[in-house]
């Protein structure tokens, strides 16, 4: 099986570099079938892949240790869901999961562009390709995932213990996903520009495509946030760790890329920028993946140092440089049709949106990479801990925020003092509020949150006064009721209201990121068996330890009671679980109590012979609307990328006459 493996690697990356040649010289030299010959290359190459892929995970489920990567990463102690798993979760598996998505995907815009786009098609799909032969090089040359053993072990290691977590079957593939797509946004950039067809026929093409990548990024990283809050055991869900600022840069950039594509549509400006965007989106998508793969840079959820790290930086340099010389190539085609009419314009909103997105990523990159430069100057890697973003960061996300309520209100072109009162009114009236309000029930302490849920208060009226007015608007138009408009109303134009329930779902996070970051509640405590602690409402009591065994793994469980406002709600347990093979990295199984209002969160930190335990006690306000606002944001997300409903053209009906005449 690892010789099949690996000769369909190789014979992909034969394939895949046919095809990066025979589509652009098929329109050279006006060969039709040779352009039709690399379409095909896009399909075989996802076929190769497909047979590489399912050979390493059959390898997985039959327990192939002959195969050092499948020996490294499975055990049969293993259930089958996490030996399935281990396929992504080493760096040569996820090296051919990202390989083979994006050959899957490739098919997938090959087949639906294969009647449009006609001109830009053999260039997307050579640019697809010359990424996907990039992987299957170091697949099949520098990290290979169908490696021998010498020695065939009875067993294998087994996963890192932090990996035995229901979050390993989610987060990593959508993750991985999500860096995969922002290549086909990236490879209708390139062959805009390589073609000269820099009209708006390339962002049509690119839009949905972007949107469904920014989707699964941002999937990936609600659910990447979801699995750190649940087994890191350190109380948080962000904690601006390296991987987690590669991943939310390109997620970022893609965001405002959405944004500002509306304004080249609507008014034909900002192609320079739009341009950069896509391909800045991309750089940073391959740099998310050098830096966990290449283990470069320190981080929990990086790999140890490996050989891919120059390939991976070379790779990315001739991309930097390739694209940035095509874009300084085509300056004099990118002009934009307009200028800027007004500052109080709705395109005056969103560039000032875009900086500051650009201004956040730059913040953020410098924090990741800055160990990198120390090092290099200094000789000592100097590491930028959570307060550094969180002091930088956290005034630009406050103002993006406010600015997605501003967006919306603003028309076009120039607004007048009497539009500006009669949109901004009730939505800055809800917020002030909403701030005098928390005032009152929570009091001054933090008046950054304050301020925060303000602005959150008044994007919420934004949003919520557009579909008001529409929904009458449609009604007043059509005689329906209210429900049926408001259907109508999104069906009908789902890109702008789709967007504005993400809006929603993105002031929901923040809400809850703002309650969790300034008024969580942490304790920590030794306790002997009997003995309670308070920890804001709750008495904790700790009734004992109990140890047990599973298959490959040994667990020491904390019992606790819970007792709320003087009343027995429950008992809860933390544990730590002690895998064979790495009895001396225990991971930590948190214990989390939610309710509408906040969690209790519980963490078992060690242990004494005589009994007594250890604890980490958190009450974090709000934390479940963090995973609502999520869910909220993917539910906008598919409004806005739903096909609209095209209205059916009246025919007038003809003369009975003519109908006869014609028929004489």
């Given amino acids: 099986m690892a010789e099949f493996g690996h000769v ?24 039709p079938e040779l352009v039709e010959s690399g379409r095909r290359g896009v399909l075989a190459v996802a076929g190769l892949l497909s047979v590489a892929s399912g050979t390493l995970l059959g390898a997985f489920l039959t327990h192939d240790f002959s195969i050092r990567y499948v020996a490294e990463h499975a055990s049969r102690d293993m259930p089958l869901s996490l030996v399935a798993a281990a396929f992504y979760s080493g760096q040569q598996g996820s090296l051919l999961y990202w390989a083979w ?25 050579a640019t697809l390709m010359a990424i996907v032969a990039f992987f299957t090089l170091l697949l099949g040359f520098v990290a290979s995932p169908f490696e021998r053993m010498r020695v065939v072990p009875a067993d294998g290691l087994g996963l890192n213990p932090l990996l035995y977590d229901a979050g390993m079957l989610y987060h990593p593939p959508m993750l991985l996903a999500g860096y ?14 390589v073609t000269g067809r820099l009209d708006s026929e390339w962002i049509r093409a690119t839009r949905r495509y ?11 990283n609600l659910l990447g946030a979801w699995w750190a809050y649940r087994v890191l055991g350190w109380g948080g869900y962000w904690g601006w760790d390296p991987v987690e600022n590669s991943a939310i840069m390109p997620w970022l950039l893609g965001t405002a890329f959405i944004h500002s594509v509306m304004i080249q549509e609507r008014r034909g400006m900002l192609k320079v920028w739009n341009m950069a965007l896509v391909l800045v989106t991309f750089f940073l998508s391959i740099f998310g993946t050098f830096i966990v793969r290449s283990g470069i840079i320190s981080s929990v959820h990086s790999f140890a140092q490996s050989a891919i790290g120059p390939y991976f930086f070379s790779f990315l340099s001739v991309v930097v440089i390739g694209s940035l010389m095509l874009l300084f190539y085509r300056l004099p085609v990118l002009r934009s049709e307009h200028q800027l009419d007004s500052v109080l314009s709705r395109e005056a909103s969103f560039l000032l949106n875009n900086l500051l997105f650009v201004g956040l990523v730059f913040a953020t990159f410098w924090g990741t990479v800055f160990p990198l430069v120390s090092e290099a100057v200094q000789g000592v890697k100097l590491s930028v801990g959570a307060p550094f973003f969180n002091q930088v960061n956290g005034p630009i996300l406050l103002a993006l925020i406010f600015l997605m309520g501003v967006g919306p209100l603003m028309p076009w072109r120039k607004a007048s003092r009497e539009s500006l009162r009669h949109s901004f009114g009730p939505p800055l009236a809800l917020g002030a509020a ?30 919520v006064q557009e579909l008001a007015r529409g929904t009458a608007a449609r009604r007043q138009a059509t005689g329906e009721d209210y429900a049926t408009a408001f259907v109508s109303l999104v069906r009908r134009n789902n890109r702008r209201y789709g967007g504005y329930v993400v809006h929603l779902g993105i002031v929901v996070i923040a809400a809850a990121v703002v309650g969790s970051q300034f008024y969580q509640i942490e304790r920590q405590a030794k306790l002997r ?26 667990i020491v469980q904390a019992q606790m009671a819970v007792e709320s406002h003087g009343r027995l709600v429950g008992a809860i347990a933390p544990d730590k679980r002690f895998h064979r093979n790495f009895e001396r990295q225990p ?9 509408p209002l906040e969690d209790l969160y519980i963490v078992l ?15 974090n306000p709000l934390v479940v609307w963090l995973w609502l606002g999520g869910i909220l944001a993917v539910v906008g997300g598919v409004v806005a990328f739903w096909p609209e409903v095209q209205p059916r053209a009246v025919r007038s009906p003809q003369p009975a006459r003519a109908v006869v005449t014609s028929g004489a």
């Fill in 8 to 31: 369909a690697i190789v014979a992909a990356l034969l394939v895949a570099t046919y095809t990066v040649v025979a589509g652009p010289l098929g329109v050279a030299t006006r060969t």
């Fill in 101 to 125: 998505a994006l050959s899957l995907f490739s098919v997938v815009v090959v087949l639906q562009n294969r009647r449009v786009n006609r001109e830009l098609m053999p260039y997307v799909s």
């Fill in 587 to 595: 991971s930590t199984t948190v214990a989390i109590r939610t309710t």
């Fill in 180 to 193: 995969m797509s922002w290549s086909v946004p990236f490879a209708f950039a390139v062959a805009a520009l």
């Fill in 529 to 554: 068996p009997g003995e309670g602690i308070d920890v804001g409402e709750y008495r904790l009591t700790f009734t004992g330890l109990r140890e047990s065994q599973e298959p490959g793994v040994r």
């Fill in 210 to 220: 972007a949107l469904i990548a920014w989707a699964i990024l941002g999937v990936g």
């Fill in 434 to 463: 909403t701030g005098l309000v928390l005032l009152t029930w929570v009091g001054s302490d933090h008046p950054p949150a304050l301020v925060a849920f303000s602005a959150c208060a008044f994007v919420v009226g934004t949003v």
């Fill in 605 to 619: 930190v060690g242990w004494e012979p005589e009994g007594a335990a250890s604890f980490l006690f958190f009450v």
